[in-house]
């Protein structure tokens, strides 16, 4: 019992020494609540992260759909949206169609400019022309084929993300679970 207090101890005196350092960013949040998700939240040290990805599950296959975040990752002026799929135990082989895939951005239809997929890993990187990534809500469409699993097509609807403004609090110094 001792112990116990003892470590319970150490820990509150641990995080009361963090301090909370708000970092201003611009990032992109799915629109729709149903793309959340079910499971949300963070053992980092991230305070009040926002869900930046759009879930779809087909069978037991999901695809998360995120932008990374504007203001940290794309200084260049691009939207660079990532598809990640995975299946429990086994590797994926999806394929991506860059050509079939587009972001609805200010009123403008754009295709990726470049598309980065590897066979070794289950991840694409979409990256779209400048100026791109700005608007208050930009939608990713898909047209049937734009992603295989296995060489069968597999049926996105469009996903709609909207920008927040607001800052994200970081811990320091931090001690993720």
Not at 130 to 144: E, H, I
Request: hydrophobic share 40%; glycine share 8%; charged share 20%.
């Amino acid at each position: 019992m001792r112990h116990l207090l003892s470590v319970l101890a150490l820990g509150v005196s641990g995080l009361a020494a963090c301090a909370p350092v708000p970092i201003p960013g611009k990032i992109y949040v799915p629109a729709n609540a149903a793309d959340l998700p079910k499971e949300t939240g963070s053992s980092s040290c991230v305070f009040n992260e926002p869900e930046k990805s759009a879930l779809r599950s087909f069978g037991d296959i999901e695809f998360k759909i995120f932008e990374p975040g504007t203001e940290l990752n794309n200084r260049d002026g691009q939207a660079d949206f990532w598809i990640l799929a995975r299946r429990t135990g086994k590797p994926l082989g999806f394929a991506v169609d860059a050509n079939r895939i587009s972001l609805q951005d200010d009123g403008r239809r754009l295709k990726p400019e470049s598309i980065v997929k590897t066979s070794a890993t289950d991840v694409a990187r979409l990256k779209f022309p400048a100026p791109s990534g700005d608007a208050k809500q930009v939608t990713l469409s898909f047209q049937p084929g734009a992603i295989t699993v296995q060489g069968r097509p597999v049926t996105f609807a469009p996903i709609t993300f909207k920008r927040i403004n607001d800052p994200t609090v970081y811990l320091f110094p931090c001690l993720p679970a």
